[in-house]
């Protein structure tokens, strides 16, 4: 079975600091990876997504994330944050031919002025 | 732009009785999923539907949790009896027919009802 694991569960950062947030997931097939933000009791959004293609995904918002197919990893990445981009973010996995998403425990991103 | 649609979007509710909440999902979306998120948690797949059908219930207490979509469009999740644990947010989420065409499409997710559980 696939898993996700979000290595960090808080990430304070300053305003127009870069940030990195972190996913690693174990699989022994394909994989279909994605990011998703949730604001405080709101549903989720889809910030990007990885299906096949360039290992470089560019998001909505200015977040990129790059696969990493030997390291299994899909990192999230902005180069400046805004105050704005305080919020949870959850990094989740499909099993190429199948539709049920495994998320992460997610990465709570605190931007401080 | 069309919306996953929710209600309550909040619930309180004592031990032992019974809720239910209601989802609406965006039009011509012919597969349905619940979610269930936990606070410090991501989301954790409860039920998925196709059309009027149940095809993954794998994760769902079926003692006490039931769901259905009778016409193939709106949903019902329903808890009988809540207890304690079972406080936490239920996301809704919809998406075209999955993997029509080998291919995968996004899930749209509603808002949320937050249940508390006293």
């Known amino acids: 079975a696939q898993s996700v694991t979000q290595l960090d569960s808080q990430v304070p950062v300053f305003e127009e600091a870069p940030v990195e947030l972190r996913c690693n997931y174990s699989?022994?097939?394909?994989?279909?990876l994605f990011w998703y933000v949730q604001y405080p009791n709101q549903g989720l959004q889809l910030l990007l997504k990885?299906?096949?293609?360039?290992?470089l995904v560019k998001g909505i918002n200015g977040f990129e994330a790059e696969f990493n197919k030997s390291q299994t990893s899909f990192h999230l990445r902005k180069p400046s944050v805004h105050i704005s981009d305080t919020a949870e973010y959850f990094c989740a996995v499909i099993l190429s031919g199948y539709s049920t998403l495994t998320f992460g425990k997610g990465t709570m991103l605190l931007v401080s002025p | 732009e069309a919306e996953v649609a929710q209600s309550p979007r909040y619930k309180i509710t004592e031990k032992s009785q019974a809720v239910a909440f209601w989802c609406d999902p965006i039009?011509?979306?012919?597969?349905l999923y619940w979610y269930r998120q936990i606070l410090g948690q991501g989301p954790e797949l409860l039920v998925q539907f196709q059309d009027e059908s149940v095809v993954d219930d794998s994760q769902l207490p079926k003692d006490r949790f039931s769901a259905e979509r009778l016409k193939g469009v709106d949903s019902t999740l329903k808890i009988q009896p809540a207890e304690l644990g079972d406080s936490a947010m239920y996301l809704c989420?919809?998406?075209?027919?999955?993997?029509?065409?080998?291919?995968?499409?996004?899930?749209?997710f509603g808002p949320g009802t937050r249940l508390t559980v006293l």
């Open positions: 699989s022994s097939v394909s994989v279909y």
């Open positions: 989420a919809s998406s075209l027919r999955a993997l029509a065409g080998g291919s995968y499409n996004e899930q749209f």
């Open positions: 990885y299906l096949s293609g360039s290992t």
């Open positions: 039009s011509g979306h012919a597969t």
